[in-house]
Structure formats: structure tokens, C-alpha cells
T-cell receptor, first 116, second 112 residues
């Protein structure tokens, strides 16, 4: 079974609108971390936001927020007021404690295109 | 403050050859991880180095090996290259209690 599932291969949004990118995860660990990264065409993975499994409040970083629903094992990324520069691939990742070291597993990504 | 730097940016190799990719971590970071990202996929964890030792390894054959130097920089070596090794190879570094990893721009390897 996949540990991270991103069901939306591609998403389109109008500039200045909000968009939600879906992510569900599978783990039996009680302690884990969830991440979202942005990958523009240049290839670099840019960290956006982090949510710890014990964090009670949803993480927010500027225009990014993470809608964390622990019981449903979902960690959706919400981007408010989309900008043209938000067009990129977005990856959800989970870090579990494996063998004493936290190793992240990435989903297959969602391609976001922002229209003017 | 330079972030994570990788070299070279692009590389073309022939099947059966060997390749070495290099990574300099972000200043102050002591843990380096390598990932393989095939076209249309998410990054796959190869291995992680800390204190010059391989600490964790993903599901990759022994043809993939690495090294970490005292200055925390790292190399990824791939022997007996296969066409399927063509991918973007990403290096990421972390330090101390950082929750997130910082990535370089990657090395795009093409095996022909």
C-alpha cells in the first residue's frame, strides 16, 4: 500500500483564488511528520509547510495552510490567493521514525497551473 | 549563506559506465540524504549520511554507494549504469533539530 496518496495529477486555478491539494497518508506510527514541498521546473524542492502528528492546530505559513484531519489521515494543502508563480509540482511527504532515523516518503505529486 | 549545492547540473553517460555526483550541504547542516526522482514520480530515498556513515538506506541496489566527508559534503556513486538510472538526483541536508530538509536543484542524469 502506498504511504502517501495524491489523487489529483493536475489542478487548475484562477489567479487570486484559493486551491486545495489533497493528500492522504498511511502509517501505524503515533509520531510522524507531514510536509509539503513545491518543485518548480528548475527542479529544486522548496519546503512549504510542516505538521507534526501531535500538533493540535493546523499549520500555517503565509498563504499556505495545512488542513490536518488525523482521524481521516489526510493532510491537504490550501493555497490562498493563488499567484502565477505558484504554478509548479506539489509533493506531500511523510516522515516516520524508521530504524532510529526519520526518512521521508513522498507522494507522486500534483501539478498546479495558475491561470491569469 | 549558500543553500545546498549540487554538481554537475546535467550529465550524460553510457550504459555500463560509472558516475559520481556531488553535494555540498547548507551551512551548519551535518546530515545529507540522496533521492532519485524519475520522470513523473516523487523523490525516492536512496540513503542518508551522518557523521561520515551511512545511517539509513532505501530500496536501492549496491550499485548505488555514497560517501560523506569531514566537511559534511557528500558524493553519490552509481556503478554499471542502466538506462533506468536516468533521473533527477536530489541531495537534501538537515541540521540539528530542523524539521524540514533543504534540497539542492539536483543533477539530471541521462543514461544512453
Amino acid at each position: 500500500a502506498q504511504k502517501i496518496t495524491q489523487t489529483q495529477p493536475g489542478m487548475f486555478v484562477q489567479e487570486k483564488e484559493a486551491v486545495t491539494l489533497d493528500c492522504t497518508y498511511d502509517t501505524s506510527d503515533q509520531s510522524y511528520g507531514l510536509f509539503w514541498y513545491k518543485q518548480p521546473s528548475s527542479g529544486e524542492m522548496i519546503f512549504l509547510i510542516y505538521q507534526g502528528s501531535y500538533d493540535e492546530q493546523n499549520a500555517t505559513e503565509g498563504r499556505y495552510s495545512l488542513n490536518f484531519q488525523k482521524a481521516r489521515k489526510s493532510a491537504n494543502l490550501v493555497i490562498s490567493a493563488s499567484q502565477l508563480g505558484d504554478s509548479a509540482m506539489y509533493f506531500c511527504a511523510m516522515r516516520e521514525r524508521t530504524g532510529g532515523s526519520y526518512i521521508p516518503t513522498f507522494g507522486r505529486g500534483t501539478s498546479l497551473i495558475v491561470h491569469p | 549563506d549558500a543553500g545546498v549545492t549540487q554538481s554537475p547540473t546535467h550529465l550524460i553517460k553510457t550504459r555500463g559506465q560509472q558516475v559520481t555526483l556531488r553535494c555540498s550541504p547548507k551551512s551548519g547542516h551535518d546530515t545529507v540524504s540522496w533521492y532519485q526522482q524519475a520522470l513523473g514520480q516523487g523523490p525516492q530515498f536512496i540513503f542518508q549520511y551522518y557523521e561520515e556513515e551511512e545511517r539509513q538506506r532505501g530500496n536501492f541496489p549496491d550499485r548505488f554507494s555514497g560517501h560523506q566527508f569531514p566537511n559534511y559534503s557528500s558524493e553519490l556513486n552509481v556503478n554499471a549504469l542502466l538506462l533506468g538510472d536516468s533521473a533527477l538526483y536530489l541531495c537534501a541536508s538537515r541540521g540539528g533539530r530542523d524539521t524540514e530538509a533543504f534540497f539542492g536543484q539536483g543533477t539530471r542524469l541521462t543514461v544512453v
